[in-house]
């Protein structure tokens, strides 16, 4: 896992109905290694997400601005190991992952983490508040060839302005490779099972249903195949 952190990469992502998933993991099961902390291999995390009291993050996310970033601070629960988060998504598409280790579990930010958050030039004048609470569960692959992680998430929980919203029908599937993905086995197995590559935000949609003030013009298709999903 330490040899393909993938701390600088692109990401190509997927979600779909949870009932194709064993197909596809029986189609590639000898293509990928399965990650397991104390003998479990469908781990739990739990992430807090943190915005601006305008949602700069999220709206920047909305309008689709090629340089954004999100907050987050998330913990490992089966080894109770919490690292405070920033995302950046470049306007040359990639993902550039920075992280601490904290042992922060407020809902304020520690003064360690402000700084670590300040270094950030769009962060550093901008106060911050806790906005969602992001519960899953994760099955982490590792490709036989260490050139490709990939995350599948489901049991998706969103907690936020006393809304609590679980969505059991509903699997992520993020692919992590240092450029495209054109030999992942795991992607050519989603195609053949007429999966194809969609772009999604746990922190967006989870903004979204438990919030509908927000501004969701520009989510309409997704939240539309969203409310599919979950019947």
Known sequence: MDSIALMNRMDTKYWFHISKLQAILEQV???YYIFENCGMQELPYSTVYYDTPNNDMYIAHHNGVSNRYKVRRRTYMQSDITFMEIKNK???GRTI???IKTDNKQSELSYEESMFI???DFLSNKSLELVLKND???ITLVSKK???RCTIDYNLNFT???NFVTTNTLVVVEIKTEGYPASSALAKALKANGIRQDGFSKYCLGRLITDNSLKHNMFKRKMLKFEKLIK
């Open 160 to 162: 936020a302005n006393n």
């Open 97 to 99: 992952k920075k992280r």
């Open 90 to 92: 470049t306007n040359k």
């Open 146 to 148: 260490m050139n490709e």
């Open 136 to 138: 899953f569960t994760r």
């Open 118 to 120: 300040s270094k950030v």
């Open 29 to 31: 099961k000898d293509e």
